[in-house]
T-cell receptor, first 112, second 114 residues
Framework: GENVEQHPSTLSVQEGDSAVIKCTYS??????FPWYKQELGKRPQLIID?????GEKKDQRIAVTLNKTAKHFSLHITETQPEDSAVYFC???????????FGKGTMLLVSP | GAGVSQTPSNKVTEKGKYVELRCDPI?????LYWYRQSLGQGPEFLIY????????DSGLPNDRFFAVRPEGSVSTLKIQRTERGDSAVYLC????????????FGQGTRLTVV
């Protein structure tokens, strides 16, 4: 089955800095890669996703890049703000199997 | 409601007891997923329904765990003979069609087995 590795497990940055979280996946058939943000005690919420037919996607301060050859994808947050502090999860799925496999998460702390 | 609803939000049970966790997906979503999340970990897949049938139950850890979705909407996750290791947050998610479509999560049920 699919295996998703996520790094780093924790990331501390100063407000205004950029943050990058990286994930690798094992199943070359995976074609959908969402990123979820989970604040303490709350449900995971989708912040951005990318499909295998594109290499990059941006939404304001958030961007995701995908390298299918290397089987890795990354989340980039620019101009970080304290409210970006949360745990971020990457995930991968194969549309033929429909389940999402998650990474272990990255705790992002943005200090004012 | 507009989102995925899970009840109860918290459940404390004694070791060996039976529990049922309920999930109300977003109306019209055919796909429904159950995940388990332990402290400091990512959601771990348990089972996926497409309509009324379990399309993939490969994540269920053992035969004490069972889930149903008899009418293709509400789902119930059932755990028999609970063990302390079953303590976790059980998350339900639904998506419009399943594969490659956004999954919306419920708030989860925090299960504590004492």
């Amino acid at each position: 089955g699919e295996n998703v590795e996520q790094h780093p497990s924790t990331l501390s940055v100063q407000e205004g800095d950029s943050a990058v979280i990286k994930c690798t996946y094992s199943d070359s058939a995976s074609n959908y890669f969402p990123w979820y943000k989970q604040e303490l005690g709350k449900r995971p919420q989708l912040i951005i996703d990318i499909r295998s037919n594109v290499g990059e996607k941006k939404d304001q301060r958030i961007a995701v890049t995908l390298n299918k050859t290397a089987k890795h994808f990354s989340l980039h947050i620019t101009e970080t703000q304290p409210e970006d502090s949360a745990v971020y999860f990457c995930a991968a799925s194969n549309s033929g199997y429909s389940t999402l496999t998650f990474g272990k998460g990255t705790m992002l702390l943005v200090s004012p | 409601g507009a989102g995925v609803s899970q009840t109860p939000s918290n459940k404390v049970t004694e070791k060996g007891k039976y529990v049922e966790l309920r999930c109300d997906p977003i109306s019209g979503h055919t796909a429904l997923y159950w995940y388990r999340q332990s402290l400091g970990q990512g959601p771990e897949f348990l089972i996926y329904f497409q309509g009324t049938g379990a399309a993939d139950d490969s994540g269920l850890p053992n035969d004490r765990f069972f889930a149903v979705r008899p009418e293709g909407s509400v789902s119930t996750l059932k755990i028999q003979r609970t063990e302390r290791g079953d303590s976790a947050v059980y998350l339900c998610a639904s998506s419009l069609q399943g594969a490659g479509t956004e999954a919306f999560f419920g708030q989860g049920t925090r299960l504590t087995v004492v």
